[in-house]
């Protein structure tokens, strides 16, 4: 396998990883209602050693299940905010098809990607707060952009090693004065 190759198939391989990514947690995005019902069952029943660990998540995860309940009961329009939540990941991720594709070409859009994981986290900072999200999750916000940005440095990286190995060789050709 030339080494053209197998920088084409590691690059494709750490995106397929992000796609799956993005597109699993924009899916989870759509049943909140129901995830929260599950995560709250289950931190007062079989997890319960977990929410002993940390009593603070456990009264955040019945909080937000209020809210979110409320919300769904007397104003369901509002959780159509998180359906465009999910909607935007689904796009995003197909965005990397064109870098599986034409990485070369298209690495832009892997700069997309790390501008927006570093976007992450000055969001978190500034509206968590302003939102009454308590810190530590929004670490766990934060935490998405840290950990979404690895494999896109990844590719970036050997995107441009595949550059590099592609690139036309040309003769400079210098003109002498007259």
Same mark, same amino acid.
């Given at each position: 396998m030339?080494?053209?190759s197998?920088l084409?198939?590691?690059i494709?391989?750490?995106?397929v990883?992000f796609?799956?990514?993005?597109?699993?947690?924009?899916?989870?995005?759509?049943?909140?209602?129901?995830?929260l019902?599950?995560?709250?069952?289950a931190?007062?029943?079989w997890?319960s050693?977990?929410?002993?660990a940390?009593?603070?998540?456990?009264?955040?995860?019945a909080?937000?299940r209020?809210?979110l309940?409320?919300?769904?009961?007397?104003y369901p329009?509002?959780?159509y905010?998180?359906d465009?939540?999910?909607?935007?990941?689904?796009?995003?991720a197909?965005?990397?098809?064109g870098?599986?594709?034409?990485?070369v070409?298209?690495? @832009?859009? *892997?700069d997309?990607?790390?501008?927006a994981?570093? =976007?992450? %986290? /000055?969001?978190?900072?500034?509206c968590?707060? +302003?939102?009454g999200?308590p810190f530590? @999750?929004? *670490?766990i916000?934060?935490?998405?952009?840290?950990? =979404?940005? %690895? /494999?896109l440095?990844?590719v970036?990286?050997? +995107?441009k090693?595949?550059?590099?190995l592609?690139?036309?060789?040309?003769?400079?050709r210098?003109?002498?004065?007259?």
């Amino acid at each position: 396998m030339s080494e053209q190759s197998a920088l084409l198939r590691r690059i494709r391989v750490w995106l397929v990883f992000f796609i799956v990514c993005l597109v699993l947690s924009g899916v989870t995005a759509f049943p909140l209602v129901t995830e929260l019902r599950l995560a709250h069952e289950a931190l007062t029943g079989w997890a319960s050693p977990v929410a002993d660990a940390f009593p603070g998540l456990l009264e955040w995860i019945a909080r937000v299940r209020e809210g979110l309940d409320t919300a769904d009961a007397r104003y369901p329009f509002l959780l159509y905010g998180t359906d465009w939540l999910a909607f935007a990941h689904l796009v995003i991720a197909v965005a990397f098809y064109g870098p599986y594709r034409d990485p070369v070409r298209n690495i @832009w859009v *892997v700069d997309f990607g790390v501008i927006a994981c570093a =976007g992450i %986290i /000055p969001l978190a900072l500034i509206c968590g707060p +302003i939102r009454g999200i308590p810190f530590w @999750w929004s *670490v766990i916000d934060m935490s998405f952009g840290v950990f =979404g940005v %690895i /494999p896109l440095l990844a590719v970036r990286r050997h +995107i441009k090693r595949l550059e590099a190995l592609t690139e036309p060789v040309t003769t400079v050709r210098r003109t002498l004065p007259v």
